[in-house]
């Protein structure tokens, strides 16, 4: 098909106005991103909508108007808070779910009872719309699951060959796809987050709910109250991975990693190539490029893309909303202490796991060495063991590891008492020392209650004959001994229940498991 390429000018709106009518597909631009037009009440026009995107029939699209007036025809009713977010924001960039009226075919509303209707605020959208003469089926002007078009080029990029014209209108002001508001049930819910945001709608409609989807992703068995949640959407082919960190930390971090590009705000200090989307805490200049930004990273060929994490509120949460499906919803949390805990049986090969990773960068915290410092040194930590377990454990003004054994593994009630002193100077200590990537090496992570303060959490597992082999020679302990003392930990099922990542350390491709791992995590 040959795609005519249209200006603004009234004779070219006109044109494009009459091949909708007549049930063609016209690109045009809007406030938010360009939509893909076409005659609403025409069910074969609008399945060429779906054609054209490669977009799941059951995926509802938006229908357009140019007056106010003509919302009533396509709707059961306007209720109270419908039309008072009417007479607030249209035109503009919000989209309103009521029951639909029968003028509505199930081809536009996805087979819903609902319909999504809309009025753009941009001159150029509402001439073609005028124009037309007809309510406007306009989904974004993308193909299915790639970002929504904010300039013409995107447009021509998706599009050309599959529609019969294109009106170029210049950049999109918004940048991110109108706020869709459901007031079809008993409590409005914002479905996806836009320019016009919840504290504005609240401003007029008093409390309304964000669908968890928003901000979350859905659960594996939810059904989704807006079909367009489902879908993937937004994807670059480079893999997306928002850093959640403060500029600081995101610039050492993305600076520690090869091949890496940055998807970073104006002014951020990054060594490899980056784009930016918009300035820090200035959400509609994020909103505004974050599209455009994502389609830049693909023509510079990028494969990993590390993307600062914007505010979630205001219009930021319409930004993050697009950025984490784009990101596949991996968030690297780098506000964490710790990058990794590390942790699993006795015997199983975590120090060699530790070395691997300091290799790769990481800096190491190891737990055990961190509890012989504090023995040696604290002198707070000394006075409470010895109101505790008593003046035998004191030598020459020190404490006795010997005696205090003794004393706090006598029995299981003394170990637990011993652990809960211990362990708080333990994780106060290693947090001090955080910094940048890094492993917590706790043989008590669990015990400790150290997991919730990793970003992701590994266990070294081993098969027992193994184990008993490692320990008796590394420790020089009895067979007796050793399985005493793995008998005091965690099952298998424990560690594999617990953590996000288990390494099997029985010899085999150990190095290719963690080189995996860090890999997938980061
Ligand atoms: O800013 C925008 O809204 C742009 C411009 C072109 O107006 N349009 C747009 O359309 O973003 P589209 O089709 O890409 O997104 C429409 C979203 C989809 O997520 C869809 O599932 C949802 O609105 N939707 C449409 N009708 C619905 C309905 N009846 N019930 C629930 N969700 C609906
Ligand atoms: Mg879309």
Redesign the pocket.
């Known amino acids: 098909m040959d795609t005519k390429i249209l200006t603004a000018s009234q004779a070219d709106l006109k044109l494009a106005g009459r091949i909708i009518r007549e049930g063609g597909l016209v690109a045009f631009p ?8 076409a005659n609403a009440l025409d069910e074969n026009a609008v399945r060429r909508i779906y054609e054209a995107k490669g ?1 799941p029939s059951d ?4 229908v ?1 108007i140019a007056r106010k007036e003509d919302f009533a025809p396509l709707v059961e009713s306007i209720n109270d808070k419908a039309q008072a977010l009417i007479d607030a924001f249209f035109p503009g ?1 919000l ?1 309103i ?1 009521l029951k ?1 009226s029968e003028r509505i075919n199930n081809t536009v ?2 087979g ?1 009872d ?3 209707v ?1 009025m ?1 605020e941009n001159e150029t ?1 509402r001439a073609v719309i005028e124009a037309a003469g007809c309510p406007v089926a ?5 193909t299915s699951g790639l970002p ?1 078009p904010t300039k013409a080029k995107y447009v021509i990029d998706d599009m050309n060959g599959k529609v019969d014209a294109i009106v170029d209108g210049g950049d999109c002001e ?1 940048g ?3 706020t ?1 508001i ?1 007031l ?1 049930g008993d409590k409005p819910v914002i ?2 987050p ?1 320019a016009v945001t919840k504290e504005m709608l609240e401003s007029v409609i008093g409390e309304v709910e964000v669908a968890q989807a928003v901000t979350e992703g859905m659960a594996e068995n939810e059904k ?6 489902k ?1 993937k959407h937004y994807s670059p082919r480079a893999r997306v991975v928002i850093v959640n960190a403060d500029k600081e930390d995101y610039e050492a971090f993305v600076n520690s990693r090869k091949k890496a590009f940055a998807l970073c705000f104006e002014g951020d200090n990054v060594n490899c190539p980056k784009v930016c989307f918009g300035r820090e805490r200035d959400d509609l200049s994020q909103a505004r490029e974050l599209f455009d930004a994502l389609r830049k990273l693909d023509e510079m060929g990028a494969t990993k893309v590390y993307a600062r994490i914007p505010s979630k509120t205001g219009v930021g949460m319409a930004v993050y909303n697009r950025l984490i499906r784009a990101a596949a919803f991996q968030v690297i949390d780098l506000k964490k202490p710790f990058t990794i805990g590390l942790t699993g049986q006795t015997g199983a090969g975590k120090s060699y796991v530790c070395e691997r990773l300091e290799k790769q960068g990481f800096k190491i915290l190891d737990c055990d060495k961190y509890v012989r410092e504090l023995y040696e040194n604290n002198t707070g930590l000394r006075e409470i063991l010895r109101a505790e377990f008593g003046d035998n454990i004191i030598e020459n003004g020190r404490i006795d590891r010997r005696a205090l054994a003794d004393a706090a593994f006598a029995d299981r009630e003394s170990t637990d008492r011993l652990n809960s002193i211990v362990h708080p100077f333990v994780v106060s200590a290693c947090e001090a020392d955080a910094k940048g990537l890094c492993v917590l090496d706790a043989p008590q992570l669990f015990e400790a209650k150290m997991q919730d303060k990793c970003y992701k959490i590994i266990s070294v597992i081993a098969p027992q004959e193994i184990r008993l082999k490692r320990i008796t020679e590394r420790d020089g302990i009895s067979c007796e001994q050793a399985k005493q003392r793995m008998s005091a930990q965690h099952s298998e099922e424990f560690f594999r229940a617990h953590s996000d990542f288990v390494i099997i350390n029985d010899g085999r491709d150990i190095d290719k498991q963690i080189e995996n791992i860090t890999e997938e995590i980061l």
């Open positions: 809007t406030e938010t991103v360009y939509g893909l037009g977009r995926n509802p699209l938006i357009h960039p989209t779910i639909k509303s996805g819903l609902t319909v999504a809309r753009p959208a306009a989904p974004s002007a993308n929504s918004f991110v796809e109108s869709v459901t079809a479905l996806r836009g989704a109250q807006s079909p367009g949640m879908y």
